[in-house]
């Protein structure tokens, strides 16, 4: 493909040509044709003198044969009736009519002149009386001919160098500027905007390559803004827990944050993939083209299955509208996990329940023997003795119960309790001698293993209450004569305390609830022993204010087994 340049170079040189090959034309043709009037008029005034041979005129011959010396031409002179009066000497008369033939003298003009270029001859034809012919050489025209063709010649081989000056100046200045500024448009339309074009010096082009340059930066401020915000906007996203989804106008996913990919897309890829394939809850669907058809967000609480577990999300469709609010450019998606409100909710719920189950009991029994009493048994020492004693059991039960309630909502409020260095096996060895004399009552024996000089950082208080609730849950579910095993032992810079019972064990099942407020694994005997369902929910509690572990192993009918995991304190 030629280039501009090479384009330029040959028109500018073609227009030059052509100029000049027009000038010449007209200028040759302005001189020559006052060479040849000049020429006409000259030959004419001869051949009037030359009329005059007829009458014999001496001179007049003497004129003829100096002009035809002079002017190195012919003269044939012919009467009315065409014969030769006059003939030049040593040119035929054949000379004249081949002369004469090739430009046939038609006409009726008095004085008919004609041209030949090639013979570089003129005839002119004087007709009055006689007829004169007069045969010259001119050479001028043809001379000047050779001069514009030479000069012409020499100034177009001047001109070229000069063409190509100019042809490079303008490359220079003009044509390789704007090629730079093109060039730079389309990177910049590529994206590339960190391109820059070099000032130029040209007045003319100076203004093009300032502009093209502010576009440039311009382009790239916007598009640093844009990543800037876009940066933001996908931060802000990945940083919101609830799982959140963009839909660009296309009905294509621009963004999902990790939290919507963790849930539902872990493998499947997501970006730029259609909603429609992308979601797999019709519900969703079914918001998503219910607030575009509407306009307006559309909300709803939905039970998603999610890695086979049944979660409650109050999901949230928003369209993005245009500032005219005449077009949506999107949909934002959001899914609010609630699950664990769900499960708090209904926590809630039982705990109220579960309260007005503990507390109905001993009002109901303590309301009937008061009644009874009222109605007379009052008068029976030994029935009152006995309506009194329930009574105070019932009443005594409804004290532990309110004060475990209170005790659990203060541990449950608290953040951080006054942590001091306590030795672990010494603690555990107290809290042994307190519920000793429980033990004894149904014969039952501990079998100690202890570490020494295990220390950890607790409230001394709290974690006796640990322990003795611990040890009064063996102790309440083992059978009578049944050994408690309890060690204490250094593990991984933890201090690990385990209470292994023998006793009704718990099943799998519920090893998972049994640390919920109220909860019994064996709800005749809880109650017979004066437990309120809050032991272990106090003990986690506790437990995990102290940034420790709790967990437990059983077997039905064979016992189970507590551990109690802290950090252990080495300073």
């Known amino acids: 493909m030629i280039s501009f340049k090479s384009k330029l170079l040959l028109i500018l040189t073609t227009v030059i040509v052509v100029s000049f090959l027009l000038l010449g034309t007209l200028l040759y043709l302005t001189l020559a044709k006052q060479f040849i009037d000049r020429d006409k008029a000259g030959l004419t005034k001869d051949a009037k003198i030359f009329e005059a041979y007829v009458s014999g005129d001496k001179r007049v011959e003497d004129l003829i044969h100096e002009y035809e010396k002079s002017y190195n031409s012919s003269i044939l002179i012919l009467d009315k009736d065409q014969h030769v009066i006059y003939k030049t000497i040593g040119t035929s008369k054949n000379e004249f009519d081949r002369f004469i033939t090739k430009y046939t003298l038609e006409n009726k003009d008095m004085v008919n002149y004609r041209y030949d270029g090639s013979n570089e001859k003129s005839l002119l034809r004087y007709k009055n009386k006689q007829t004169v012919y007069i045969l010259s050489e001119i050479k001028t025209i043809n001379d000047i001919e050779e001069i514009i063709i030479k000069y012409f010649g020499i100034g177009l081989l001047c001109m070229l160098p000069i063409i190509f000056i100019i042809v490079r100046y303008i490359n220079k200045s003009y044509i390789q500027p704007i090629k730079e500024v093109t060039y730079a448009s389309k990177l910049l339309s590529d994206g590339n905007y960190k391109v820059r074009v070099p000032e130029s010096s040209v007045t003319e082009t100076k203004d093009l390559f300032r502009s093209t340059n502010i576009l440039a930066r311009t382009l790239q401020d916007l598009n640093n803004e844009q990543k800037l915000q876009r940066n933001r906007l996908e931060t802000t996203l990945q940083n919101i827990p609830s799982a959140t989804m963009l839909v660009n106008n296309h009905g294509e996913v621009a963004i999902a944050n990790e939290t919507y990919i963790n849930l539902f897309n872990k493998r499947q890829?997501?970006?730029?993939?259609?909603?429609?394939?992308?979601?797999?809850?019709?519900?969703?669907?079914?918001?998503?083209?219910?607030?575009?058809?509407?306009?307006?967000p559309v909300n709803d609480t939905l039970n998603i299955t999610v890695n086979v577990h049944k979660k409650y999300?109050?999901?949230?469709?928003?369209?993005?509208?245009?500032?005219?609010?005449?077009?949506?450019?999107?949909?934002?998606?959001?899914?609010?996990?609630?699950?664990q409100l769900k499960s708090l909710e209904q926590m809630r719920k039982d705990f109220v329940a579960n309260v007005s189950h503990e507390l109905k009991t001993p009002i109901t029994s303590i309301k009937g023997f008061t009644e009874t009493l009222i109605d007379g048994a009052k008068n029976e020492p030994e029935t009152l003795d006995m309506f009194l004693e329930i009574i105070l059991k019932e009443s005594n039960r409804i004290q532990v119960l309110v004060s475990e309630l209170l005790e659990l909502s203060k541990i449950e409020q608290a953040n951080h309790f006054e942590m001091t260095k306590?030795?672990?096996?010494?603690?555990?060895?107290?809290?042994?001698?307190?519920?000793?004399?429980?033990?004894?009552?149904?014969?039952?024996?501990?079998?100690?293993?202890?570490?020494?000089?295990?220390?950890?950082?607790?409230?001394?208080?709290?974690?006796?209450?640990?322990?003795?609730?611990?040890?009064?849950?063996?102790?309440?579910?083992?059978?009578?004569?049944?050994?408690?095993?309890?060690?204490?032992?250094?593990?991984?810079?933890?201090?690990?305390?385990?209470?292994?019972?023998?006793?009704?064990?718990?099943?799998?099942?519920?090893?998972?609830?049994?640390?919920?407020?109220?909860?019994?694994?064996?709800?005749?005997?809880?109650?017979?022993?004066?437990?309120?369902?809050?032991?272990?929910?106090i003990v986690k509690h506790i437990v995990e204010v102290f940034k420790g572990e709790i967990e437990v192993e059983s077997e039905v009918g064979v016992g189970t087994t507590f551990r109690v995991i802290l950090k252990q304190h080495l300073y």
């Open 313 to 339: 999300f109050d999901v949230a469709v928003v369209p993005v509208l245009s500032k005219k609010r005449k077009k949506i450019e999107g949909i934002v998606i959001v899914l609010h996990d609630i699950t």
């Open 422 to 537: 306590v030795n672990l096996p010494q603690k555990v060895f107290n809290s042994v001698e307190v519920v000793h004399p429980l033990a004894e009552k149904k014969n039952i024996k501990f079998n100690l293993d202890f570490e020494k000089d295990l220390f950890v950082l607790a409230e001394p208080s709290k974690l006796k209450q640990v322990v003795i609730n611990l040890l009064s849950n063996a102790i309440n579910y083992s059978y009578e004569d049944a050994t408690i095993t309890v060690k204490v032992y250094q593990k991984d810079r933890n201090c690990i305390l385990e209470i292994t019972d023998e006793g009704i064990g718990i099943a799998p099942e519920e090893q998972l609830r049994i640390f919920e407020r109220f909860y019994r694994v064996d709800k005749a005997r809880s109650r017979d022993s004066g437990g309120t369902g809050l032991g272990l929910a």
């Open 269 to 296: 890829p997501i970006a730029h993939g259609h909603y429609e394939t992308v979601i797999k809850n019709q519900s969703i669907k079914q918001m998503i083209k219910e607030a575009i058809a509407i306009e307006k």
